[in-house]
């Protein structure tokens, strides 16, 4: 167990991509880390061991974040591993695009079931385990104000997190927990770069003045501000993290 000052975070969907980048970052800043995830067992062991290799703790728990069983879980390891909890970043999600015509039962639900139920389960356990002073961060997206074709579920359930976020800083106010989203604008990882042209990729990457797509390490800096003491006057707020693409 990490001493007793140690601070602790849950990072959900942390095996890849942003949530690895998070994990990481938290983890240098002093955190000790429960790196989450669905499927991706070897790579959630790779961030456990790379964060352990540079002196930093860290636990993977595979855990379903739509179950709230399983979120319940995760708080139960992170608390028997490290103590208890400080910080949840609700980064897990899913982004199966098609036009809403298109768009069949099962994927509307799967798409609502992790990205906003799942949200919705770490924000009810947060507010219910979480120490006071503690920090909530949840994923939102900057394609909610692009409005791009074939996202319509998935932008559904980012404006749905927002709403929820605004909601649970102020209910979580009173003991000094801040709730806030990151909204990443296009971001060079496997989920956003799957199916797409490179046509369309250079398009998005132009979309915003410096000319290139975000990276994980980007979108993690802004996480570590809001986990960290000098976010603690920063509540209820969706940080658009798009390179002024917006």
Do not use: C
Request: glycine share 12%; aromatic share 6%; hydrophobic share 45%.
């Amino acid at each position: 167990m990490p001493p007793p000052n140690k601070k602790v975070a849950i990072v959900t969907g942390a095996s890849r991509g942003i949530g690895s980048a998070v994990a990481e970052r938290l983890a240098k800043d002093g955190f000790a880390v429960l790196v989450n995830y669905a499927g991706g067992e070897a790579e959630a062991a790779a961030v456990v061991e790379k964060i352990r290799d540079a002196g930093g703790s860290a636990l993977a728990v595979r855990a379903d974040v739509s179950k709230p069983t399983d979120v319940s879980r995760l708080f139960d390891e992170a608390e028997k591993e490290f103590g208890g909890v400080d910080v949840l970043v609700n980064n897990a999600g899913v982004m199966p695009l098609s036009s809403i015509a298109t768009t069949d039962d099962a994927t509307f639900d799967r798409v609502v079931a992790v990205n906003l139920k799942g949200t919705f389960n770490g924000l009810r356990e947060a507010a219910r385990r979480l120490r006071d002073g503690g920090r909530v961060i949840n994923f939102s997206s900057s394609v909610i104000g692009l409005r791009l074709e074939g996202y319509g579920a998935y932008v559904a359930t980012k404006a749905a997190v927002e709403g929820l976020t605004v909601i649970a800083s102020k209910e979580l106010g009173k003991r000094s927990i801040t709730v806030n989203a990151v909204a990443p604008g296009p971001t060079g990882t496997d989920l956003f770069l799957r199916g797409k042209s490179p046509d369309l990729v250079d398009h998005l990457a132009r979309l915003n003045p410096f000319g290139r797509l975000g990276t994980p390490p980007d979108v993690a800096a802004v996480v570590a501000f809001l986990a960290g003491p000098d976010g603690a006057w920063v509540n209820g707020q969706v940080i658009r993290a798009n390179g002024g693409m917006l």
